[in-house]
C-alpha cells in the first residue's frame, strides 16, 4: 500500500476499463482520491458513478448527454462538456495520474492534455499511440510526463523492466490469444459473424477491442504501442499466439535469459499496478495454478489469414501518418462489421485501400493527425458501402 | 558489458560450474581479471586451466595434489594449500566477486571467509546455504557481503526480484525437471540404477547433483537456499515439476501478478548474470523459441514417490542443525549409490534415521555445524553397511 496520497482522474470512466478502474480504486481505499471522471454518452452510467465514488467532478463530451445529466442529477461538483472539457479535466494540475480509458481515436486530445500538465498517465486507450505514437513520446519527454500502458501485455513488459536497463534488451514477445478464430480456416472466415467475432475466449472486453482481438488488429497496435512506448524497433518486437493467455508478454534480453508475466487473464492487476507502480498492493483475484492448467501452447501468428497483423507492422515501418491513417481505418470497418454492413474480411481490405489513398505525412503535427483522422474516415466509409 | 574492472576468484574452477565460468569469463573479456583459482584433488585439471587462463595464483585443497602440481608445473604464481589456502584466497582483498563452485559441504568454510571478506559472492554450491544458511546470513549483513545464487531457479528468482520490493512478495515457484524418474512407478524405484539415475533429461551436470536431481534432494536443497537467499517462510516456497526446463522459477507477487524467468537450459545464463550482474552482458546461447516448442507442461511434485523433497521441507520447519544433518546423510547416501553400495531407494531412510539419530541444536555456531557435519556423516556411513 502507498502512504502517500495520490490523485487519480478516471477519462473514459463509464467504459469497460473505466468502471474497472473505479472498482480497483475502491478497494485500494484512502489513500487514492478519486478526482475527475467523465464519459461520452452514457450520462446514466456516469449519474451513477458520482453516487458510488463521489468525485471531484465530471466531464461529459457529448453536448446532448451533458444538458440531461445536469438536469437529472442534482450534482454540485464542477461539470465541463465537450473535448475541451475533457482535456481540461486531463490537465488538472491537482492529478497525479490520468486514467485514459477512453475507446478509440477520441483519447489522443485529452491523453495530450494529461501529458502536457506533467502527469503520470495509464494508457488503456492504445489508438492514442497508434494513430500519435511517433508525437507523442517527445511530449512525454518534454513535460516529464510517464506513460504505463494498462492493458495486460504492456503492463507485462513493463513488470519485466523493472530493475533492468533498455540497452540490455534484445526482444519483445507479446502473446495474443488468437481470438475466437484461431483455428478458423482462411475460406471460412468471410463467413465469420460479429455475435461469433464477439465470442472472445479469454477476456471480457469492449465490442470495439472484441473485434480488433479476432482480426489480430488489436496485436498489431500492441506491436506498435510497444515500439513507442519502450523505443524498441518494430523487428524486434514478435508476436506468438498463446491460446490460454496465461503468459501475458515477454522480453528477451542479451544474455539469452527471457522474462514473462504470467496471471490468471484480468485486466485488473495491470489496472491496479498502473495506479501503484512501481509498487504493488494486494489484490483479491483468483491465483495462478500451472500444476491444475497443466500446459501452456505456443504457435506461430499466421499474418496470412490475419492481415490486419501484418499490415500493423507495414504501418509501423512506414511510421509518419500511417499509423494514424491505419487506426481510423480500422475503426470505421470494425464499426461497420458491427453492424452487419460489410464481411469480416473486408476489414483488413478496406484498411489497406485507406492506407494506399490517402497522403502519406512523414512528420505530422497533432493538427494534421486530428484532420488526417477524419479525413481517412471519410474516405474508408465510402469503402463500407459495398459489403 | 561492464566498463570498471571487476577482480574475480573461481573456487572449485574444475568442477562442472567452475569450468563453465572461466570460460564465461574468458568471453567477457577484459573488464573481468581472473584472480584465483581452486580445486581439491585435479590439480593436472588446474595446471591445464593456468595456461589457458592466466590466474594470479591458485589453491589446492588436497596435500598430495598439492606437492604434485607444484613438481609438475612452473607456475609462478602464489600457490596455497588445504582449506586455509582456499580460505585466504577467498578472503583476498582484491576479489570483487569470488564464485564458490566447490562440491558439497567442504564449500562452507571458504564461503564463509569470502562472505566475512565482504564480496559479492556467486553461490554455486547450495550446501553451503543448506547446511549453514542460519549462520551465513547474519554474516552476509554484518559484513556487507552480497550473496547471489547461481543455480538457474535462484538466479531465476533473483531476475524476477530486480526492482521489485520484497515487502510484495507472496510466494516463490520453483520448478523442477522431476529428473530421470518422473513418471517410474514408486513400486520400480527400488531397481534403478546409478548409471540410469545419471541420466539427466535436461541438464548436463556433476554426479552429485544429477542423483540430487532424480530423488528430488537437489530442490529441496533449492528450497531451502531460497528461504535463506530471500528471506522467504517455508511454507511460501512451492514446488512445480515442468519437464521442459524452459521456465526455471517464478515469483507471485501480492496483486497475482506471476513474473518468471526462461529460456534454453543452460547454466551460463546464470553464471553469467552472477558476474555481472545487475546488469547483463551479450551471450552466445541458443534462444528460446516457444513456437516451435509448442507446449510447456506442469504437474505437480510428489513427495510421496520422491521423499527426500520432503524431508528438505521437513528440515527446514526444524531449522538449527537440521538442514546440516540433511545434507551431510544426504552426501554419504548418495556416494554409496555411486558406488552402487545401497539401493537408490535407501537415500532417504537413511536420511531420515540419521536425521532421527543426530541431536538437534537450535542455534548451532560455525564450529559445531563442521562437528555435526562429520558426526552425521560416520553415522550415515554405518547404514550404508545394508543395500
Same mark, same amino acid.
Given at each position: 500500500m502507498e502512504a502517500a496520497q495520490r490523485t487519480i482522474s478516471v477519462l473514459g470512466s463509464t467504459g469497460s476499463i473505466g468502471t474497472q478502474t473505479l472498482d480497483v480504486l475502491s478497494r485500494l481505499g484512502p489513500p487514492y482520491q478519486l478526482r475527475w471522471i467523465t464519459c461520452n454518452t452514457r450520462w446514466q452510467d456516469l449519474a451513477a458513478q458520482v453516487e458510488r465514488f463521489k468525485p471531484y467532478g465530471v466531464a461529459i463530451r457529448d453536448a446532448d448527454a451533458y444538458t440531461a445529466f445536469k438536469q437529472a442529477t442534482s450534482f454540485s461538483g464542477p461539470i465541463l462538456c465537450g473535448e475541451e472539457g475533457l482535456s481540461q479535466a486531463a490537465a488538472d494540475p491537482e492529478n497525479d495520474v490520468v486514467m485514459s480509458a477512453m475507446v478509440g481515436f477520441s483519447g489522443v486530445v485529452p491523453t495530450m492534455h494529461a501529458i502536457r500538465a506533467g502527469h503520470q498517465v495509464g494508457l488503456a486507450n492504445k489508438e492514442t499511440l497508434v494513430s500519435a505514437g511517433q508525437i507523442m513520446l517527445p511530449a512525454v519527454e518534454q513535460f516529464g510526463a510517464t506513460l504505463l500502458a494498462v492493458d495486460s501485455e504492456h503492463s507485462a513488459i513493463l513488470q519485466c523492466m523493472v530493475g533492468e536497463r533498455t540497452a540490455d534488451i534484445d526482444r519483445f514477445i507479446i502473446t495474443a490469444s488468437?481470438?475466437?478464430?484461431?483455428?478458423?480456416?482462411a475460406a471460412d472466415l468471410e463467413r465469420v459473424t460479429a455475435a461469433q467475432a464477439l465470442k472472445h475466449p479469454n477476456w471480457s472486453m469492449g465490442a470495439k477491442i472484441t473485434i480488433d482481438s479476432a482480426t489480430l488488429m488489436n496485436k498489431g497496435f500492441e506491436v506498435m504501442e510497444a515500439r513507442w512506448l519502450f523505443d524498441l524497433e518494430p523487428d524486434r518486437i514478435d508476436v506468438i499466439v498463446h491460446?490460454?493467455? @496465461?503468459?501475458?508478454s515477454m522480453v528477451e534480453f542479451i544474455d539469452g535469459s527471457v522474462k514473462a508475466q504470467m496471471g490468471v487473464p484480468t485486466m485488473l492487476v495491470p489496472i491496479q499496478y498502473a495506479l501503484t507502480f512501481p509498487h504493488r498492493a494486494e489484490l483479491d483475484v483468483p491465483r495462478m495454478d500451472l500444476a491444475a492448467l497443466g500446459q501452456l501452447t505456443f504457435e506461430p501468428a499466421d499474418q496470412d489469414r490475419f492481415p490486419c497483423l501484418r499490415l500493423a507492422y507495414e504501418a509501423l515501418r512506414e511510421g509518419g501518418s500511417a499509423g494514424c491513417v491505419l487506426n481510423a481505418a480500422n475503426e470505421v470497418a470494425v464499426q461497420a462489421f458491427l453492424e452487419r454492413? @460489410?464481411?469480416?474480411?473486408?476489414i483488413p481490405t478496406i484498411i489497406e485501400e485507406t492506407l494506399s489513398h490517402m497522403e502519406h505525412l512523414s512528420h505530422p503535427s497533432l493538427d494534421a493527425i486530428v484532420e488526417l483522422d477524419q479525413e481517412s474516415r471519410e474516405f474508408a466509409s465510402t469503402l463500407t458501402l459495398r459489403p
Open positions: 488468437g481470438g475466437p478464430f484461431r483455428t478458423t480456416p491460446p490460454q493467455s @496465461i503468459i501475458h454492413k @460489410i464481411l469480416f474480411t473486408r
